[in-house]
């Protein structure tokens, strides 16, 4: 259900349920949680890439397992209630790595699966792809995926999205923040991945605590953000690694990191 690859430093993630559009299932709600879980300990990757395979990237929720669950004597509120909190606490697994994690989009991301793009740090999409939040098309509108959304791209084209259903195309996505990169299809794993081997080329307890002041200062008035963010310029600024770094820059030749 979920495949897991290691090149160099960089973990491949990738939904493998194509019958179902690689749809966020109990099953693979649970494979997610648990390998971001695991990379959270596991010093040996800098970078994530989240992909689909088959002809798509994520459709969302799986439909069939939720109506199959309304349908349950045993099950009814307190099913959504749970379902609807895993996914929230998986998707907000993925801000909380201390990797950066790239998605690669191809096909479609709808609903749950474009939350789970917007949930990622960096988004590299195949012309082609499409990115929509169109549960409102099956009268059920799409408010937990609204939340990473609202988060990546401008309020009133988050909520156009949301109130007609339509799709944003690859290039459109880019143009309002959603989407870094859009590539060719047949380049798409090569170009996600010579992003993911750039960043996995930095010094990693730089990424790592900048990664953090990314999300941490998000959301605090300006006074505060820079309090926060000038904490850590002083702790990173500090470290041998960053004095070499410094140097090494300065004597036009390769750092030598130990990290």
């Known amino acids: 259900m979920l ?28 494979a997610l949680s648990g390998a971001f879980g695991a990379l959270a300990e596991d010093r040996s990757v800098k970078v994530v890439v989240l992909r689909g395979a088959g002809r798509a990237f994520c ?5 069939k397992e939720m109506q199959a669950a ?12 749970d379902l609807f909190a895993r996914c929230a606490a998986m998707m907000q697994a993925i801000p909380a790595l201390q990797q950066p994690v790239i998605a690669e989009v191809h096909g479609i991301a709808t609903a749950a699966g474009c939350q789970l793009a917007a949930s990622c740090d ?52 880019r143009e309002v923040g959603l989407v870094n990169r859009v590539v060719p299809a047949e380049r798409l794993h090569e170009e996600t991945m010579a992003l993911a081997r750039t960043v996995a080329g930095k010094l990693t307890a730089a990424v790592k605590v ?24 002083v702790e990173n600024m500090l470290w041998r690694d960053t004095e070499e770094g410094i140097a090494a820059f300065l004597e036009k030749r390769a750092p030598d990191w130990k990290e």
Do not use: W
């Open 210 to 233: 900048g990664k953090r002041a990314f999300y941490d200062q998000q959301g605090l008035g300006l006074a505060e953000a820079y309090r926060q963010t000038g904490a850590v310029m």
């Open 122 to 173: 960096m988004v590299v999409a195949a012309e082609g792809a499409r990115f929509g939040v169109n549960g409102v098309n099956i009268g059920l509108f799409c408010s937990t995926p609204m939340v990473a959304l609202t988060r990546k791209v401008p309020p009133g084209v988050a909520f156009e999205m949301l109130v007609t259903g339509e799709f944003l195309n690859a290039g459109r996505a």
């Open 59 to 63: 459709a969302g929720h799986d439909l």
């Open 70 to 81: 309304r349908g349950a004597a045993d099950k009814g509120a307190a099913y959504f209630a």
């Open 3 to 30: 495949l897991r690859e290691y090149e160099g430093g960089v973990a491949v993630l990738t939904l493998n349920a194509p019958g179902s559009l690689n749809a966020l299932s109990d099953g693979m709600l649970a």
